[in-house]
């Protein structure tokens, strides 16, 4: 068979894999997905219920990638520690060499005779099926059958190549050479991004005798190496706790290669799966024997690394570290240990909310400063910033209902809403920051000269807002009532202002004085300035009533009460 044919229906067989894995897994994961994600959450902190919880996940969607990827998922959410999320990822390393034994029967198995009837059955199943469950189970049937049928194609492909000497001698370099194997494997799994795809076609080259089982175990080695891409990729732009899981994850494999290699190279690794694999080497048993080479390369480095968990996640710490610019975007006080003690994690919870509370402050000031001075590298800056407010605003609120799941006092119960509300003020603080970049982009675009006095203005009303920022953070901080009502008045100020700004804004656009798009800008930086007022003093007033902190009898004439029924977040009056 030429060349060409060869190559071009491996590569069919290969596509049809893939997909047939892909549909499989998709099936699985429809059926028990949110299964999966509830255990992942409620997941203990053993290590060895974590790793067995990866091994079993992995080994029911048959995907390590993917198993990582919803890892590293629940990790930017806040749904998992960094420690409980490496130990996850170490199970799903062993769970993803069950495609590998599902790949050795077709070295015993007429895998033709059982593929075309999945595909048909399954195929009828999810098109013509009323039942959910029926359907879903039509899509797992109809993945395997594509993926025993892509096998098949595969197999009878390379098989004119068992008699190539060129070939065999091609391979059988990987054997004498393991480092040049391990490269190979690598390349092409961090190039298809599926291991399980790579060890089977590692499998069906030794099945057609065309790579020897020597020479297979420094190409296996590599596939290890190469699927870590697929959660290096997943974790680009997730928080640092996410960045840090698939840094960990890389290294138990890298790590673990440079610890069987050496074993590997000399033929003690080769000797030892033979001697644990019942049975011969032969064509029918070659393909068990990878499969069990695999799963013992995953074993051993698991259980080395089960021990030194701590020294994995602290060179994984070393290799994504936080700078202080990172530190103040990330929250650091929300740690599982606290939450069987609800007084103490509420705790944790204001320290964030100071600091959610700063970060928004500063991002408010970097709009200010971009859009006056036109710089676009700080208006850059405010997007980041907003996107770390979501984070805050995410890792709080999951917090809150992990913390509302225990056994707590009404008091803390009543508190949980106002908290998230005070977090969700916040982040629309962060959005209306972010308006402000438009607006800069359209003065830039247009071109447009605003008026002096306006800006006068707007600026005043800026400082005023820091001195609100200042003064609700330090109420929250402090539990200091007084303080916040004194954010009150502040406020009050700002909406004079505003209605001042409006006022000389028509008056400059009687007289002739003012451009109406510049004029209009002046007015909506204030409008925007406003808004973030009333989200801060949203957070003032929980201070004095709601959150039952400090002596909310100081100032009677003034009784504050909250109504939950904005479609912002909490809004207060005055009664």
Not at 165 to 183: I, K, Q, W
Not at 443 to 456: A, D, F, Q, T, V
């Amino acid at each position: 068979m030429p060349v060409f044919s060869i190559v071009l229906n491996s590569f069919g067989g290969l596509g049809l894999f893939l997909f047939g894995m892909a549909k499989m897994s998709d099936g699985l994961k429809l059926i028990a997905s949110d299964r999966i994600r509830k255990i992942l959450h409620n997941l203990t902190k053993n290590r060895v219920v974590a790793i067995l919880i990866g091994t079993a996940v992995t080994a029911i969607i048959q995907s390590s990638s993917a198993t990582t990827v919803m890892i590293i998922g629940l990790v930017n959410a806040g749904l998992l520690g960094l420690q409980q999320a490496v130990a996850l990822a170490l199970g799903a390393n062993i769970g993803t060499t069950c495609t590998a034994w599902i790949v050795s029967l077709i070295g015993n198995l007429q895998i033709s005779v059982i593929a075309l009837p999945a595909i048909g059955v399954g195929f009828f199943m999810k098109s013509f099926s009323k039942k959910k469950s029926f359907e879903e189970s039509g899509i797992i049937l109809l993945g395997l059958g594509l993926l025993f049928l892509g096998l098949d194609f595969m197999k009878e492909a390379i098989e004119p190549i068992r008699g190539s000497d060129a070939v065999v001698n091609f391979f059988d370099r990987f054997s004498t050479t393991p480092l040049l194997g391990l490269l190979a494997g690598a390349v092409v799994t961090a190039i298809i991004q599926s291991s399980s795809a790579s060890i089977a076609i590692i499998q069906i080259l030794a099945f057609n005798g065309a790579i020897s089982f020597e020479a297979s175990i420094p190409l296996m080695i590599g596939c290890n190496i190469g699927t870590t891409i697929t959660a290096e990729l997943a974790a680009i732009g997730t928080n640092m706790n996410s960045r840090r899981t698939a840094h960990a994850n890389a290294l138990f494999n890298i790590l673990g290669a440079c610890i069987i290699l050496p074993f590997a190279w000399s033929g003690i690794y080769g000797t030892f799966i033979d001697y644990v694999t019942p049975g011969e080497i032969t064509k029918t048993t070659v393909m068990f024997h990878i499969a069990a080479a695999h799963t013992v390369f995953n074993v051993i480095n698991t259980v080395i690394f089960y021990f030194g968990l701590n020294t994995l996640i602290y060179a994984a710490k070393f290799l994504a570290k936080e700078n202080k610019e990172q530190s103040e975007k990330t929250p650091i006080y929300l740690l599982d240990k606290f939450l069987n003690d609800p007084i103490v994690a509420m705790e944790q919870v204001i320290k964030e909310l100071v600091r959610m509370a700063e970060l928004a402050r500063k991002t408010v000031q970097l709009a200010e400063k971009g859009f006056f001075e036109n710089n676009e590298k700080l208006l850059n800056a405010v997007v980041t910033n907003e996107d770390a407010l979501d984070d805050f605003q995410q890792a709080i609120t999951q917090y809150l209902i992990r913390l509302s799941e225990k056994n707590v006092l009404a008091r803390e119960s009543r508190e949980y809403p106002i908290l998230i509300h005070s977090v969700n003020d916040l982040e629309k603080v962060g959005d209306y920051a972010k308006n402000i970049i438009r607006y800069a982009y359209a003065k830039s675009k247009n071109r447009l000269e605003l008026p002096p006095e306006g800006i006068e203005e707007v600026q005043a009303m800026f400082k005023k807002l820091y001195d609100l920022f200042d003064v609700v953070i330090k109420s929250l901080e402090g539990r200091d009532s007084k303080l916040a009502y004194s954010a009150i008045d502040i406020e009050d100020q700002i909406d004079v202002m505003k209605a001042q700004c409006r006022e000389n804004h028509i008056n400059r656009m009687v007289q002739c004085k003012e451009d109406a798009r510049a004029g209009t800008m002046i007015m909506d930086l204030a409008i925007n300035i406003e808004k973030m007022g009333d989200h801060l003093i949203s957070i003032a007033k929980a201070v004095i009533k709601d959150l039952k902190w400090g002596n909310k009898s100081i100032y009677p004439h003034r009784d504050i009460g909250l109504r939950t029924d904005h479609a912002d977040g909490p809004s207060v009056v005055q009664k």
